[in-house]
């Protein structure tokens, strides 16, 4: 019913940038917090941002000061401006979601099916 569709990811240099970008479509009513992931193999999944419908921010220790998140709620729309990227920043990024399904009473949390980003040193 709900769909997340991440793109933006990539192979890039130590130092360079990307700009990760996760579109909600389907049977939405209302998104609420929005957020980034990376997970690498054989690791747990590990929180990068997130951002409130009010676009109130928090971040990961590891990536503030270089990575923002900022939303674009007409289009439900959440983006992660990443810069000064680092070889340990190389992950496989998902997008997560809120999501107030049309026909539901509450919130459920939907996951995209993630975007490589690739830093070589």
């Known amino acids: 019913q709900v769909q997340l569709v991440e793109s933006g990811g990539g192979l890039v240099q130590a130092g360079g940038s990307l700009r990760l970008s996760c579109a909600a479509s389907?049977?939405?009513?209302?998104?609420?917090?929005m957020a980034w992931y990376r997970q690498v193999p054989e690791k747990q999944r590990d929180l990068v941002a997130t951002i409130t419908r009010g676009r109130t921010t928090t971040y990961a220790d590891s990536v503030k000061g270089r990575f923002t998140i900022s939303r674009d709620n007409a289009k439900n729309t959440v983006y992660l401006q990443m810069n000064n990227l680092k070889f340990e920043d190389t992950a496989v990024y998902y997008c997560?979601?809120?999501?107030?399904?049309?026909?539901?009473?509450?919130?459920?949390?939907?996951w995209g099916q993630g975007t490589q980003v690739t830093v070589s040193p």
């Open positions: 389907g049977s939405i009513f209302s998104i609420n917090t």
């Open positions: 997560y979601a809120d999501v107030w399904i049309l026909g539901k009473t509450s919130y459920s949390g939907t």
